[in-house]
């Protein structure tokens, strides 16, 4: 297995299960409830901060491998970035979408959607953008 | 007039076992890794002239024997 499809997958499977347990959360607490007492930004932050240390981790474990980086590898790169930045430019706008159609009336919105969108936004772009390289390296295999 | 090829063809494998040698062998002559080696093989992925140069030299074919039209 390739060193490069490694780590991909290892994304995947730290900021998949970060963007859904982030999703899942807020659904279950709800968005008034949501970062306003301590245990809810403790349990939040020690799952962000999980998700960035084994990440961290990761990049320094296949850091020393023999690692061949070539045209193939560059081109999956190329091709997971583009489709990713797309995927998460269009996740962004129908989330801010949906946004404005609930509270239109309201006027307003609880700040906790500002919060979820910044992380949400985040973890969905690494988990799109490696989940693709996955996908186009297991269709080349 | 023959017509245009529409896909992309290789002898390397034959070409390879010819010379005895595997893919991770022809990979590290030509920088690159077993994976694309495979990929290549199997007309999964078409490599760069660079590449398909260079996979040509380390077969000692020309590259019209190496790869071919279909």
Known sequence: MNVNYKRSLITTCLFGTLFFYLLVHFAIVGPLKFQSTRIHMVISAAVILAAMLGFIIMLLMTRKKE????????????????????????????????LFVNYRDRGVIEVS???LIAYLTFAFAYFITSLLTVYLYKVDE | MNSLPKTLTNNIKLLRIKLNLTQEDLA???????????????????????????????????????FGGE
């Open chain 2, 28 to 66: 590290k002559k030509t920088n690159c890794s077993r994976q694309t080696i495979n990929a290549i093989e199997k007309n999964k992925y078409s490599p760069s002239l660079l590449l398909a140069f260079k996979i040509s030299y380390i077969l000692q074919s020309d590259i019209n024997e190496v």
């Open chain 1, 113 to 115: 959607w500002v919060w």
């Open chain 1, 67 to 98: 690692k061949v980086f070539d045209e193939r590898d560059q081109l999956i790169q190329k091709q997971a970035s583009m489709i990713g930045l797309m995927l998460t430019s269009m996740f962004v706008f129908v989330f801010c979408i949906a």
